[in-house]
């Protein structure tokens, strides 16, 4: 079974997010990057299925060079390889050309599964699996928080309002999990030292087989027209009682008006 993982470098979200006002995009310093928590999940999930029924796990991350740190924590975990897609034509690409570019790299592979995270910590738009398994003609499962195997099923049980439902589908197939599909391992020192030696494949655009004009700004449909601080008001009232428990019918009608009693 071989199984492509989608992860991301994004900015340490324990860390203030900073936005460029010129560009309008996240600054992304190296330094202060890590592989998306939220794409351990489906390292882990991927790993569990090989270590059921054999195979390897190729992770798959669009982004700058040193998005290769990503990559290697990914592998450390016990990832096989790892491919890389970089290019500077690629800076600014919106969900559908980061899908696209996805997709020309992980299509050569012909995987039997595609995890992916239900969305990315940075942007939180959750479109670009859906892109994904159209680009690469996949049917797919979201939202699962518990996934098994047998034979070409693939069987995903996912929380619905009242109940789980159960889904199943032939493979290959796309997958997103959420958090709790299983507690993610934290690499150990000989993974670490492993994942140094095993293969990045660096792609960019032309390697990919697209055109410039298909990624990056030139290829994105959206645009960021501007982006502004939120500003928190809190507001409150100070209910005074001069002893004769005045206070407490206004609190009580105070409650009443906004129907909490």
Do not use: W
């Not at 560009?23 to 790993?47: K, W």
């Not at 290959?172 to 993974?191: D, H, N, Q, W």
């Amino acid at each position: 079974m071989k199984i492509c993982v989608t992860v991301k470098q994004v900015p340490d979200p324990n860390l203030p997010l900073q936005v460029d006002p010129d560009t309008h995009r996240l600054v992304r310093n190296p330094e202060q990057s890590i592989l998306d928590p939220a794409d351990e999940y489906g390292i882990e999930t991927a790993l569990r299925l090989v270590e059921q029924h054999g195979g390897e796990v190729v992770v798959v991350s669009m982004g700058p060079l040193a998005a290769a740190d990503a990559l290697r924590r990914g592998m450390a975990m016990g990832a096989d390889r790892a491919i890389l897609i970089t290019d500077d034509a690629l800076a600014g690409s919106d969900a559908p050309t980061t899908a696209r570019a996805l997709a020309a790299a992980i299509r050569p592979e012909q995987p039997d599964l595609v995890i992916c995270a239900v969305e990315a910590t940075d942007a939180y738009t959750g479109m670009v699996p859906g892109m994904l398994a159209e680009l690469l003609d996949l049917p797919q499962l979201t939202f699962a928080r518990q996934v098994s195997v047998e034979g070409q099923t693939i069987t995903v049980h996912r929380d619905v309002e009242g109940g789980t439902q159960v889904l199943q589908t032939s493979l290959p197939a796309l997958l997103t999990v959420t958090a709790s599909i299983g507690e993610p391992r934290y690499p150990s020192f000989k993974g670490v030292m492993a994942a140094k030696r095993k293969p990045v494949d660096e792609r960019d655009v032309a390697a990919l087989g697209l055109a410039p004009s298909e990624v990056g700004p030139a290829g994105a449909k959206e645009r960021v027209r501007a982006v502004e601080l939120v500003r928190e008001e809190k507001q409150g009232k100070i209910v005074s009682d001069d002893g004769s428990g005045s206070s407490v019918d206004e609190i009580v009608a105070f409650l009443e008006r906004i129907q909490v009693v």
